[in-house]
């Protein structure tokens, strides 16, 4: 059953601690990125993936990171220096972008909600 | 900054009726496009992609891309309750496949 898993569905952190968010996939992807989805508003890149041992900064960097050890995983950590970091996380996979030039869709993972206490 | 501009909504149309989600998107560059539902506290999942300028049907569900006027809209045909939800359209920008996604717009379809 081919996908992507994200744990824990819900997590809750007290301010001040570091907390890591999973996402696996077996779709054998090459391509990884990482989400952030606030009320009301689309999606924001946080970080992506096109390759093991390599990643680049999105948009809203600022206060997480990542690492891409496996094909298979990329956890992010959210920091303590990310001052606001109640949000929907949303983690996605697609192949790498196609011969041609166009690029390929998007899947996605269910999300985590994490809630700063 | 690269932007994607969305009717927030939310549409409300009847049963059966045609709803039409409209996106505009600012980077010229910008070659492939993706249209996203997202129910209430779920994820995003891909309904449409389009590449080409021109109309693309797949289904109830209808793609049309303009690339001149920078201007993509999803058509859905025989609306159904079902269909109610956020509908994200996202361009793709700076290649690797990064998205650039609006904030959506709410659709409505009552019985």
């Known amino acids: 059953d081919g996908g992507i898993t994200q744990s824990p569905k819900y997590l809750f952190r007290k301010e001040g601690q570091n907390v890591t968010l999973s996402c696996e996939q077996n779709l054998n992807h090459d391509a990884m990125y990482w989400y952030r989805q606030d009320p009301g508003q689309g999606l924001r890149l946080i970080y992506y993936s096109q390759i093991v041992n390599d990643f680049q900064k999105g948009d809203i960097a600022e206060g997480y990171s990542v690492s891409r050890e496996k094909k298979e995983s990329f956890p992010l950590t959210v920091t303590s220096a990310q001052k606001n970091p109640t949000a929907f996380y949303l983690c996605?996979?697609?192949?790498?972008?196609?011969?041609?030039?166009?690029?390929?869709?998007?899947?996605f993972g269910p999300g985590t909600r994490l809630t700063v206490l | 900054q690269k932007e994607v501009e969305q009717n927030s909504g939310p549409l409300s149309v009847p049963e059966g009726a045609i709803a039409s989600l409209n996106c505009t998107y600012s980077?010229?560059?910008?070659?492939?496009f993706f249209w996203y539902r997202q129910y209430s506290g779920k994820s995003p999942e891909l309904i449409m992609s389009i590449y080409s300028n021109g109309d693309k049907e797949d289904g109830r569900f209808t793609a049309q891309l303009n690339k001149a006027s920078q201007y993509v809209s999803l058509l859905i045909r025989d609306s159904q309750p079902s269909d109610s939800a956020t509908y994200l359209c996202?361009?793709?920008?700076?290649?690797?496949?990064?998205?650039?996604f609006g904030a959506g717009t709410r659709l409505a379809v009552h019985p």
């Open positions: 996202a361009p793709c920008s700076g290649g690797y496949n990064k998205l650039i």
């Open positions: 996605a996979s697609s192949i790498a972008p196609s011969e041609t030039g166009f690029e390929n869709e998007q899947f």
């Open positions: 980077d010229r560059g910008s070659q492939s």
